[in-house]
């Protein structure tokens, strides 16, 4: 490394802490990433299309749980974090993080319009010297073709004048064991040279960096991941199915193949899948492949099981209303539980939303009650939860529990509900 250059320079700033770091997109990614960062000493601007968000960090106030907001206004006081809308000031950054979320489509393809856009802000705004780092999880290819032309088209050359990698977020909502600080973190460069600068940053605040030969090779790595999840819910989600017709109960089954110590993860089956990873990213590395005239067959299979699982539990709940001689259609059902997994608020692609919209379609009149969650929307419209939960039991004629937060007392639902439909562990009635 030559004293002098833009790489040289990057590094003693990077070293001395002197480095500004931008993240563009500061939700569930990307706000513990900057707090891990300016723990570690460097100045953090998060930038975002909310005025309201980034006034909210810059008040001290956390949206994320992960976060308490202590932490976050200590950082804040101490000029280590600030956020902002005004995307003139990338120039003024050393390294830029891209958090930006990546959705499906309603055709349930890749929308990839967040990071088009924050890979063209990036590009008008970029100067000799900077490390732009991918974060959002996406299909292999898309830090080299969405980034990487951006970047030469401004006369940079990559790997000495600007460096470029892909490093996918490991973020679990709610987890205190594995943080953004010490899960390891897999990351590939454009060239030698710009994997080298990105691990230099990274390593200054978070405990180990796995490097990879290429940014496609980072990002098959974090859609394995996933796929690997999704495909074994969608098995044990088959697997319930199956038990089904076969009188026996899913969850005696699992247990008991869960005592062999070796060859064998245990996954329960649910009420479909959630979140911001499982259910979407692996449809990125299918869409993918179709454009190569392959067919991801496990993972259209299991994305198949997995969607098809809120339908199975809202004909439980109308099967069971029947043997009481009652219809679906005026009946009051409580959806206990709305966030996509236990003790957490994020209700992103829950399918307890999809249970609630199919009990309405059904003509239910549906509550739910969340201690996490105050409202969702539904159908275009707010829903507000029960805060009475004995009550809401009591006033319904029947119970689906979709999540299983830690803090419900499963004797008071028993107590207190007139029939009770459990997505999450038959083994508790």
């Known amino acids: 490394m030559s004293a002098g250059t833009p790489q040289s320079t990057l590094h003693e700033r990077i070293t001395t802490r002197q480095a500004r770091i931008g993240i563009i997109g500061v939700g569930y990614v990307g706000l513990p990433l900057a707090v891990v960062f300016a723990q570690a000493g460097f100045r953090v601007t998060g930038f975002d299309l909310s005025a309201e ?32 809308t005004d995307m003139s000031r990338l120039k003024d950054m050393d390294a830029i993080s891209v958090c930006v979320p990546t959705p499906l489509s309603k055709t349930r393809d890749p929308d990839m319009s967040a990071v088009l856009q924050a890979a063209s802000d990036i590009a008008h705004h970029l100067r000799p010297g900077q490390l732009i780092v991918l974060e959002s999880t996406t299909y292999p290819g898309t830090t080299r073709e969405i980034f990487l032309p951006r970047i030469q088209e401004q006369g940079f050359q990559i790997g000495h004048d600007v460096f470029l990698t892909f490093s996918p977020e490991r973020v679990d909502p709610g987890r205190t064991d594995w943080t953004t600080q010490n899960t390891p973190k897999i990351m590939g460069g454009i060239t030698p040279a710009c994997l080298e600068v990105g691990r230099a940053l990274y390593e200054s605040a978070i405990q180990r960096i796995v490097p990879v030969s290429s940014p496609e090779a980072a990002e098959m790595a974090k859609l394995l991941e996933n796929t690997f999840r ?29 005592t062999k110590p070796f060859g064998f993860m245990k996954f329960t089956p649910g009420p479909g899948l959630g979140g911001h990873c499982i259910p979407i990213d692996p449809l990125y590395l299918s869409w993918k492949l179709k454009t190569l005239d392959y067919t991801a067959r496990f993972i259209e299979l299991a994305s198949e099981v997995n969607t098809s699982m809120p339908r199975y ?17 005026g009946s009051t059902v409580l959806v206990v539980g709305v966030a996509y997994k236990k003790d957490v608020s994020d209700v992103r692609e829950s399918p307890a939303l999809d249970i609630i919209h199919l009990l309405r379609e059904k003509g239910a009149r549906v509550t739910f009650h969340d201690p996490h969650v105050a409202s969702i929307r539904i159908d275009g419209e707010r829903l507000h939860g029960a805060t009475d939960l004995p009550d809401a039991l009591r006033t319904s004629d029947c119970v689906i529990i979709a999540t299983d937060h830690s803090s419900y007392d499963w004797e008071l639902v028993k107590q207190h509900a007139p029939l009770v439909i459990d997505t999450r562990n038959a083994l508790r009635r």
Not at 56 to 79: K, M
Not at 313 to 329: C, F, G, T
């Open 230 to 258: 999704a495909v074994n819910i969608g098995l044990v989600n088959e697997v319930q199915l199956m038990c089904d017709r076969l009188g026996l109960n899913a969850w005696e089954v699992i247990e008991a193949a869960a």
């Open 53 to 84: 968000r980034a006034a909210t960090i810059n008040n001290g106030i956390s949206y994320i749980e992960d976060i308490p907001s202590r932490t976050l206004a200590s950082l804040v006081h101490q000029g280590l974090i600030d956020a902002t």
């Open 313 to 329: 539990w809202v004909q439980k709940v109308a099967d069971a209303l029947n043997d009481q001689s009652k219809a679906i259609r």
